[in-house]
């Protein structure tokens, strides 16, 4: 009951001066309202009949007319309505038990919720779903959602999850495509346990429910050095991130024969592993994955050579430094020196930078920490401003994930920093110091 209390009531909201904040939303359309899922579905006709519990007794009726699929404009005490329902797994890879102790406590903690898959697009594995909740998905029609599915044979499952109920992943998957409910999947490959004839074998399972499946990516297992009494697991190397590209972009393009879609990306990341170019701009399909790394790359230096071609080059011509991961400063270096054939001014300069925090196999920008750029940068030339992947901080926050901040970063390296957007224009711009 207490999820439901209001907070804040928007000014330009129809209940304002209405409800006031301390007030409990009980039910719209004789619908009782138990999280945000609820109150987003029922409140979406312009017609509404809300229950208002005021003063922890009284409850009164407001009739509300309002633009359909407008927001009522009501803030609740949490996001969800409700508390966040945590993991229940132990998966083999699990990225939150590799990191070192000490760091911030909301670091630590592991989500698995449906809600949340919706609304903010966190995938979630299935295992802590009840018959309710799987129910009310359905019959509130609440898609996409986004699935960790690893693998779909029942034993493999549970050994990647370490769950007895992961075993009904793919039962619960058929019973959402039967109620045609859109799912976005993924699947961490670990090399030697669910990659080879196992990854074929979910691929072909996970086609099955096309289009309800609409898109799968098969992301590399990413292991840091605090692996102590954590399962012995294989990085990918050169030669196993190729055989990976090869087998999704074979099945791929049989699945495009039949389907009229791939419905399966390697991430980036298995690509620059590989050594292997990154697709050309048609083959990922408007990016259906693009916040899990696929495509993200290509799409960045579509951006980037687009605006390069429309853009004031003129620039300031002042000295800059830009840090990113191991695994992007080549392609990083590629754009810069294709933006310096056409811009004379342009002076900048790549910084791989090594993870030396978590470990050198974690390569991507999105983890470097404040730490290791002030360890690895300072003391040299990094022209009058050094630019950064927004990624590198928390969301929100001007903070690195060791908890050191972009001014703590400033003051030790003596360069102002720039976070710059996944975004190839604004990357040009900032190359060029021109309004973002």
């Not at 696929?294 to 011509?317: K, P």
């Not at 191991?326 to 993870?355: D, R, W």
Request: aromatic share 8%; net charge negative.
């Amino acid at each position: 009951m207490a999820s439901t209390v209001i907070k804040l009531i928007e000014p330009g909201s129809p209940l304002y001066n209405k409800v006031h904040p301390g007030d409990r939303l009980l039910a719209i359309n004789g619908n009782k309202i138990a999280d945000v899922l609820d109150y987003k579905y029922y409140s979406y006709d312009s017609e509404l009949n809300l229950e208002i519990e005021k003063g922890g007794s009284k409850t009164v009726r407001i009739k509300v007319c309002k633009e359909e699929g407008r927001d009522l404009g009501l803030e609740f005490e949490t996001y969800l309505m409700d508390s966040a329902r945590s993991c229940a797994n132990k998966c083999l890879f699990c990225f939150i038990d590799q990191l070192p102790k000490g760091m911030r406590e909301s670091l630590y903690f592991k989500d698995d919720d449906a809600r949340l898959s919706f609304l903010t697009g966190n995938y979630i594995t299935l295992t802590n779903l009840s018959e309710r909740e799987l129910d009310r998905i359905i019959s509130l029609r609440v898609s996409p959602i986004n699935i960790s599915v690893h693998a779909t044979d029942p034993e493999l499952r549970v050994r990647l999850l370490g769950n007895p109920r992961a075993a009904r992943g793919y039962g619960i998957m058929k019973r959402l495509a039967e109620g045609k409910i859109t799912m976005n999947c993924q699947i961490v490959c670990c090399p030697g346990i669910n990659d080879g004839q196992a990854l074929r074998s979910t691929m072909e399972d996970l086609a099955a429910l096309y289009p309800q499946v609409a898109s799968v990516s098969v992301v590399p297992v990413g292991l840091t050095k605090y692996r102590e009494g954590l399962p012995g697991l294989r990085a990918f190397d050169r030669e196993t991130a190729a055989e990976t590209v090869k087998q999704v972009n074979g099945f791929g393009s049989l699945c495009l024969e039949k389907y009229g879609s791939r419905i399966f990306f390697c991430a980036d990341e298995v690509y620059l592993k590989a050594g292997l170019p990154i697709p050309d701009d048609d083959y990922y399909e408007g990016w259906p994955q693009l916040e899990n790394g696929v495509g993200m790359l290509r799409l960045l230096e579509s951006e980037f050579l687009e605006e390069l071609e429309s853009t004031d080059h003129s620039g300031s011509g002042r000295m800059f430094s830009i840090a990113t991961g191991v695994a992007a400063a080549p392609f990083i270096q590629k754009l810069l020196m294709t933006a310096s054939e056409k811009c004379y001014k342009i002076q900048g300069k790549v910084h791989a930078v090594v993870n030396d925090f978590f470990g050198h196999s974690i390569d991507v920008a999105g983890l470097v920490t404040g730490g290791d750029l002030i360890a690895q940068l300072r003391g040299k030339d990094l022209g009058q401003r050094l630019l950064i992947p927004q990624n590198m901080l928390r969301h929100g926050e001007g903070v690195f994930l060791d908890d050191v901040t972009l001014e703590d970063v400033e003051r030790e390296l003596g360069v102002p920093l720039c976070p710059v957007a996944q975004d190839g224009a604004q990357l040009l711009r900032a190359m060029l110091e021109l309004k973002l």
